[in-house]
C-alpha cells in the first residue's frame, strides 16, 4: 500500500523554527516529486512547496518563500520541510503529497502562538 | 497567485446531480489541462476524484465527472448520495512548477 505519514508537527513561538518530516511507503520513492500543502482551521487547501524527484528543482509559495526550505533524503525515503520565521499565519495541518496529488497523508498540525 | 473561486456551498437530494465550478484565468484553468478536484471529509486529508479535468482514479465512482470550458472548470456529482456529503476543492497547474486551489465547496445531501 503506498501511504505517506508526516510528523514534526507542535507547538512554537513565533520567530521559531520546525521541521516536518514525511516517511514514504508502497512506492518507488526517488522516482517522484513531492509537494507540501497547507490548511489553516477552517479554510481551504493551500499549496506551499514542491520538490523534483532528485531534489534538484523547488517550488516556494510566495508566502513561504526565504523562510521555508524543502528537501528530501531518497536513501530515507523521506521528504523534509524545515519551517523557519513562523508567524501566526503558517498555523496550519500540514500534508506532504504525491506527484499528481494521488497519495495524500493524514497531516500534521503546526500551530504558532506565544 | 489568487485562489480558484468556488461557490461556497451546494446542496441537492439523494439521487439528484449538483455541479460545482471553478473560475480561475487564462494563467491556470484556462491555459492547462491539469486541473484535480478532491473530496475532504471533516478532520481527514483530501482524496483525488478528477484529475487531468476528466480523468478519474480507480475506485472513484463514475457518478464523478469532470469538465472545463475556458477559465471554468466543473465538478459534476450524478446520483447523489449520502456519503457524497463533503467539502470539495479544485485545484490547477499554473505553471512555473505552482499549483493553485479553489476556495473550496460544502456539499450537503439534503
Known amino acids: 500500500e503506498m501511504q505517506l505519514v508526516e510528523s514534526g508537527g507542535g507547538l512554537v513561538q513565533p520567530g521559531g523554527s520546525l521541521r516536518l518530516s514525511c516517511a514514504a511507503s508502497g512506492f518507488t520513492f526517488s522516482k517522484y516529486g513531492l509537494h507540501w500543502v497547507r490548511q489553516a482551521p477552517g479554510n481551504g487547501l493551500e499549496y506551499v512547496s514542491a520538490i523534483s524527484a532528485n531534489g534538484d528543482i523547488t517550488y516556494y509559495a510566495n508566502s513561504v518563500k526565504g523562510r521555508f526550505i524543502i528537501s528530501r533524503d531518497n536513501s530515507k525515503n523521506t521528504l523534509y520541510l524545515q519551517m523557519g520565521g513562523l508567524r501566526a499565519e503558517d498555523m496550519a495541518v500540514y500534508y506532504c503529497?504525491?506527484?499528481?496529488?494521488?497519495?495524500w497523508g493524514q497531516g500534521t498540525m503546526v500551530t504558532v502562538s506565544s | 497567485q489568487s485562489a480558484l473561486t468556488q461557490p461556497p456551498s451546494a446542496s441537492g437530494s439523494p439521487g439528484q446531480s449538483v455541479t460545482i465550478s471553478c473560475t480561475g484565468t487564462s494563467s491556470d484553468v484556462g491555459n492547462y489541462a491539469f486541473v484535480s478536484w478532491y473530496q475532504q471529509y471533516p478532520g481527514k486529508a483530501p482524496k483525488l476524484m478528477i484529475y487531468?479535468?476528466?480523468k478519474r482514479p480507480p475506485g472513484v465512482p463514475d457518478r464523478f465527472s469532470g469538465s472545463k470550458s475556458g477559465n471554468t472548470a466543473s465538478l459534476t456529482v450524478s446520483g447523489l448520495q449520502a456519503e457524497d456529503e463533503a467539502d470539495y476543492y479544485c485545484?490547477?497547474?499554473?505553471?512555473?512548477?505552482?499549483?493553485?486551489f479553489g476556495t473550496g465547496t460544502k456539499v450537503t445531501v439534503v
Open positions: 503529497t504525491s506527484d499528481g496529488f494521488d497519495i
Open positions: 487531468e479535468v476528466t
Open positions: 485545484s490547477s497547474y499554473a505553471g512555473s512548477n505552482n499549483y493553485v
